[in-house]
């Protein structure tokens, strides 16, 4: 049996603990509107009568809102990202 994008936007939703504001604001990240009500359709059984499945183009931007709610969003290009602490030190 093949996963649907329902089923792993549902896994997504319950690993990363998150709840339906959540999820709106993510998706607000990449400039996608979505309702409570839509999101309640997805995350039904299948056989109910409102459930709606959860196509390539939601979870994409889902998943887009997701990387900029995880990483921040992207340096304009000709920017330097800022160095980290983590590089090594040259000894002295």
Do not use: W
């Not at 400039?31 to 979870?59: N, T, W």
Request: with cysteine; hydrophobic share 35%.
């Amino acid at each position: 049996m093949a996963l649907t994008n329902n089923d792993i936007f549902k896994k997504i939703r319950v690993a990363l603990k998150l709840r339906d504001d959540d999820i709106i604001a993510i998706c607000k990240l990449a400039d996608f509107q979505v309702s409570k009500s839509e999101l309640g359709a997805i995350f039904r059984h299948e056989d109910h009568p409102k459930y709606m499945p959860c196509g390539d183009q939601f979870l994409r931007n889902f998943l887009n809102g997701l990387i900029i709610y995880k990483r921040g969003p992207m340096p304009p290009k000709g920017t330097k990202p800022p160095k980290s602490d983590a590089s090594p030190r040259k000894k002295q």
